[in-house]
């Protein structure tokens, strides 16, 4: 462990062109292959947040295959099942066994400055991918991921367009309370449609989960009734799906008695809106795992490195799902 190695970079370089270029097909956010052929075996410590979506089955996938054994990597993988001290707990023990290199992806934003400062006093890198912390970025490496907040705005300009001046009763369905993109996700959202005829009747969280966009749909259709709700925006596709077997159990017709907004893009989701019960999805790529890898391999071989690498996003509507729904690789 702990041995630097000269690889990499052009991987990034050629992951980063695609993130900034563009969305077109979406078949990853990274290059192929990672160009590894060194003998020295990179060992590296990932805190993954839990298991809670589609979207985070498929980004836990790309990490796997990119981290893997024929890459030069010895990955130890740690999902923290959504629990914020398990996965600063995990961290710890990362830092105990001297990996070369921590990544995370942060349940939340707040609570990790000791954690990365006991990493920089140890002299391990950290990157961060996926959700974003509060911590200063003196203390990590770099971050890579998506632009949560823009992700918000795009959901709400397509509800803004859709509904303008017409009153709109509208629930929210919240990521996992503390999270960056539950907190970006409802900010980018406000402002699109501050000024339209939307009104926030309510607003839970519902952690992310299928179950959890479930339960508290009920709970709203209980409190306002099927014609009290005209709009569901859901921070991930899950708590969508959740929240369409809640209404047809009420009785209504989801996407057409009551329309829904989404953010992922997964399997399912786009599946939901293919079949016209979800009105609109943005993109949220969870395919991460080759530019985390070049951004660990390129911190290692001590290049600099971008502080924030963006992925972009795209959008659908229900006729566009239908003509990419087949050649979607998550
Ligand atoms: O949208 C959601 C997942 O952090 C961007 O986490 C990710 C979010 C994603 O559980 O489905």
Redesign the pocket.
């Known amino acids: 462990m702990r041995k630097k190695t000269l690889l990499a970079g052009l991987a990034l370089l050629a992951g980063l062109g695609l993130a900034t270029t563009g969305c077109a097909g979406s078949n990853g956010a990274g290059a192929a292959g990672d160009g590894s052929g060194g003998d020295d075996v990179i060992t590296v410590g990932f805190a993954q947040?839990g298991s809670?979506?589609?979207?985070?089955s498929a980004?836990t996938e790309s990490m796997k295959e990119a981290f893997s054994a024929e890459n030069g990597y010895d990955l130890i993988f740690n999902a923290a099942d959504n629990d914020t001290a398990a996965q600063i707990a995990a961290v710890r023990d990362f830092i105990n066994q001297g990996v070369d290199a921590i990544v995370i992806?942060p349940i939340v934003e707040d609570g990790w400055d000791d954690v990365l400062q006991e990493a920089a006093d140890a002299g391990i890198p950290v990157i961060l991918e996926?959700?974003t912390v509060s911590a200063s970025d003196d203390l990590y490496a770099s971050w890579v991921?998506?632009d949560?907040k823009k992700e918000g705005v795009m959901a709400g300009e397509w509800a803004a367009e859709t509904f303008g001046d017409t009153p709109t009763k509208m629930v929210v369905l919240e990521?996992?309370t503390g999270?960056?993109?539950a907190n970006d996700r409802a900010a980018g959202f406000d402002e699109a449609v501050e000024g339209t005829a939307i009104e926030k009747i309510d607003s839970q969280t519902g952690d992310?989960t299928r179950d959890g966009g479930k339960t508290v749909m009920e709970g709203f259709l209980q409190k306002y009734g099927v014609d009290g709700i005209d709009l569901v925006y859901a921070?991930?596709?899950?708590m969508a799906l959740g929240a369409i077997e809640a209404i047809e159990a009420a009785g209504a017709e989801p996407g057409v008695d009551i329309q829904i907004v989404s953010?992922?893009a997964?399997k399912d989701g786009m599946q939901a809106l293919v079949d016209g019960k979800i009105n609109f999805i943005v993109e949220?790529n969870?395919l991460l795992g080759e530019l985390t890898s070049g951004l660990v391999r390129d911190v290692l071989a001590g290049k600099d490195v971008e502080k924030k690498v963006y992925v972009e996003d795209q959008s659908f509507t229900q006729e566009q799902a239908a003509e990419v729904i087949d050649s979607r690789p998550y």
């Open positions: 947040t809670e979506s589609g979207w985070r980004n992806a996926d959700r991921g998506l949560f990521g996992t999270s960056a993109p992310f921070h991930n596709d899950d953010i992922d997964v949220c969870p």
